[in-house]
C-alpha cells in the first residue's frame, strides 16, 4: 500500500503519543498500522517542516525514482542554474560558495591533426583516445601507348590507442603523406602516421602501397591494385589497409578499359575508377584530403600518358576527457 499526497504536507508542531490513556492506545494501533501497511510515501507536492525531518533506512542514502542518490542536507541546495550554459557540469553549495566542476570522463574536445608534428593537450584533459590512418597510395599510371589501364592506390591502416593519463606537455607525432602519381609507373606509396605515447612506444599506421601499370598493348589484360597498409602497431586496436582496385584492359580501344578504383578507409574518400570508350586518356581521380584513402589508376587508348590520381595524407583525431 502507498500512501501519497498530491499537494503540500505542512507540519508546524510537534505530533507525539506516549503510552499513557486512551490517546497512546490509538497512537500505539495507529503506528502499528502504519509499518503493516504503509510501505512506500510518495510525494508530488512539498513536505514542509518548521521542524525536523528525520528518514532512517537500512541504506546510507535515500534513492529516488531516476536512481540517483540525493544529498538531503541544506548546504548541498544550490540555486537552480546556478551552473547552466555548461556542458556535464556538476554543481554544489558550499560555505564558500557554489561549485561548478566537470564531471570525469566528459568529452572536451577533439583535435584533428593533419599537418605539424606536436600535440598539447586541451586545458583539463585527463586522458585521451588516439585514431590514426596511415596515408593512401597513389593509382597506377599508364604509358604513352594505346590500351591501358592501371591498378588503384592501397588505403592506409588503422590504429586506435586509449591514453589513461596525461603525463605529458606535448606530445609528437608524424602523418604519413599521400602517395604521388608517377608517370608511366606504379603509384607512389602513402607514408606512416606515427604518436609517440611516451619516449619509447610509438602508435603507427602504415602507409598504403601504390597502384600498378603494365605498357599499353591492345589485349586482354588485368592490372592489379597496390596492397593496403600492413597491420598496425602498438595500439589497442590494430588493422590493415584495404587494397586498391584491378584494372582491366579489353581487346581493343573501341571496347574500352576501366582503371581499378582507390580504396576507401573508414572516413571514405577513395578515387573511383575511370573507364574510356574511345582513343582518349582519362586520368585517375585523387582521393579525398586527409582520409588515408587511395587514388585510382588512370587508363588511355591513346598515346597520350593518363597519370594515376594521387593518394590522401593520413590524419590523426585526438578525442580529449576530463
Known amino acids: 500500500m502507498t500512501l501519497g499526497s498530491t499537494g503540500n504536507l505542512s507540519v508546524t508542531g510537534n505530533i507525539s503519543t506516549s503510552n499513557y490513556g486512551l490517546f497512546g492506545f490509538v497512537g500505539s494501533v495507529a503506528n502499528r498500522v502504519t509499518m503493516l501497511f504503509v510501505t512506500d510515501i510518495n510525494m508530488s507536492g ?3 517542516s518548521t521542524g525536523n525531518i528525520t528518514l532512517t533506512q537500512s541504506g546510507s542514502a535515500i534513492t529516488f525514482p531516476d536512481a540517483t542518490t540525493q544529498n ?13 550554459g555548461a556542458r556535464n557540469v556538476s554543481q554544489n553549495t558550499t560555505s564558500s560558495g557554489v561549485q561548478c566542476q566537470t564531471v570525469p570522463g566528459t568529452l572536451l574536445n577533439v583535435q584533428i591533426l593533419k599537418s605539424g608534428t606536436v600535440y598539447t593537450p586541451t586545458a583539463g584533459t585527463k586522458s585521451f583516445m588516439i585514431e590514426l590512418w596511415g596515408g593512401g597510395a597513389a593509382g597506377g599510371s599508364c604509358t604513352a601507348v594505346a590500351g591501358c589501364a592501371c591498378g588503384g592506390g592501397g588505403s ?14 606535448t606530445y609528437n607525432y608524424t602523418i604519413g603523406a599521400g602517395g604521388a602519381a608517377v608517370a608511366g609507373a606504379a603509384g607512389g606509396s602513402g607514408g606512416n602516421t606515427s604518436f609517440a605515447i611516451n619516449s619509447s612506444t610509438n602508435v603507427t599506421a602504415y602507409g598504403g602501397t601504390g597502384g600498378q601499370f603494365k605498357a599499353g598493348t591492345l589485349a586482354m589484360k588485368f592490372t592489379a591494385g597496390g596492397a593496403g ?15 586498391g582496385g584491378t584494372g582491366t584492359t579489353f581487346a581493343t580501344v573501341a571496347i574500352g578499359a576501366a582503371s581499378g578504383f582507390g580504396a576507401s578507409t573508414s572516413l571514405g574518400g577513395g578515387g573511383i575508377g575511370v573507364f574510356y570508350t574511345t582513343a582518349a586518356a582519362v586520368p585517375g581521380i585523387a582521393a579525398v584530403a586527409n582520409t588515408g584513402s587511395g587514388g585510382s589508376g588512370g587508363a588511355t587508348g591513346t598515346t597520350t600518358v593518363a597519370a594515376g590520381g594521387a593518394g ?11
Do not use: F, H, M, R
Open 229 to 243: 597498409g600492413i597491420i598496425s602497431t602498438n595500439g589497442d586496436v590494430n588493422g590493415a589497409g584495404v587494397p
Open 72 to 84: 538531503t542536507s541544506a548546504s548541498s541546495k544550490a540555486s537552480p542554474g546556478t551552473c547552466s
Open 312 to 322: 590522401a595524407a593520413g590524419v590523426i583525431y585526438v578525442w580529449e576527457y576530463s
Open 46 to 48: 512539498n513536505l514542509v
Open 156 to 169: 592506409g591502416g588503422y590504429a586506435k590507442d586509449y591514453i589513461a593519463s596525461v603525463t605529458q606537455t
